[in-house]
């Protein structure tokens, strides 16, 4: 058999690659009733991805505390999985005032391939363990492999290469029985089912995808103490919108007034979960700044000092 017809002897096994026929005249249909049919398609997603919950909650579970020793999140993927990965981790540092450093988005032929794809990439473990090789790998980092089919060999090389070194591994695929899933010591399968077009998986793979990276992140950060409740309490203030929001968040947790606010936040360089500990804790700047070292940023768990 050719490596040609061996491939594709593979592709026919795999959910995500499935043919389907009732699907074969779409292009004859009008714009509003394709719509409609992709529509339907996307709402079973969240279904697949709740039969997953136990399998995130407990990679969340073994991440967080290695996060919180200083390790990082990493994830490693090719094509749409890897943009998504990069998206993902883009997004932290906004979002919870983590260091660029501390979650990374690795893709498969490098940040051009966040526009074009390079040829080849996501066909070599080699590139996935020089990529990892890169970042010094240590016991206390996460590498999530992400794969829509579960066999794209990057995403394989990148777990096994990180669970050699003793790092933790989660494989995020759409195809249930994947050598991803196999590789990693958390395996997470959500299977979407075959897409409205043939092989596209930035489709229904790729929104299970995201919806599952965001339930990582956001859980595990939410362990780290990067929110009070349901607010951001570490978001980083790069701009007139986040500055509002900021002001927005103190109020929301403290129900100070505005001058009140101004004043904590101008005591605690525009730092929320600083600010909202001085008007809850009755602390000055350097004090809250004390306390939430000590408690290793947990907002609740600073607050108890000061009781």
């Known amino acids: 058999m050719t490596a040609y017809a061996e491939l594709r002897a593979q592709l026919d096994t795999l959910t995500t690659e499935a043919f389907r026929p009732e699907l074969a005249e779409i292009d004859r249909l009008s714009t509003l009733e394709i719509a409609r049919v992709m529509n339907a398609e996307d709402a079973g997603v969240p279904a697949a991805v709740a039969t997953q919950l136990e399998r995130i909650a407990a990679a969340v579970d073994a991440i967080a505390p290695r996060m919180a020793r200083g390790g990082r999140l990493i994830y490693a993927g090719a094509g749409t999985a890897g943009r998504l990965g990069v998206l993902d981790a883009g997004e932290c540092p906004p979002t919870f005032n983590t260091d660029p450093s501390q979650v990374i ?21 080699e590139l996935a363990a020089e990529d990892l090789t890169a970042l010094a790998l240590t016991a206390d980092d996460t590498v999530i492999g992400i794969s829509a089919s579960g066999r794209t060999p990057y995403a394989v090389g990148a777990v096994e290469f990180a669970r ?17 899933a196999a590789a990693a010591e958390h395996g997470i399968e959500v299977v979407v089912g075959p897409e409205l077009l043939t092989g596209s998986t930035r489709l229904k793979a790729g929104t299970a995808q995201k919806l599952v990276l965001n339930l990582v992140s956001t859980v595990t950060m939410i362990r780290l103490g990067k929110t009070y409740g349901n607010l951001m309490v570490d978001v980083r203030a790069s701009n007139e919108k986040l500055r509002a929001r900021s002001r927005r968040i103190v109020a929301l947790a403290t129900g100070a007034s505005d001058a009140e606010i101004e004043a904590a936040l101008s005591a605690t360089d525009g730092e929320v979960k600083n600010a909202i500990l001085v008007i809850l804790g009755g602390v000055d700047g350097p004090t809250a700044a004390a306390l939430l070292s000590t408690s290793r940023g947990h907002l609740r768990a600073a607050l108890t000092q000061t009781r």
């Not at 050699?164 to 991803?180: E, F, Q, Y």
């Open 105 to 125: 988005g690795l893709i498969a032929g490098g940040p051009s391939a966040m526009i074009k794809a390079v040829e080849g990439a996501e066909d070599s473990k």
């Open 164 to 180: 050699a070194r003793g790092a933790l591994t989660v494989g995020l695929s759409c195809n249930a029985g994947s050598v991803l």
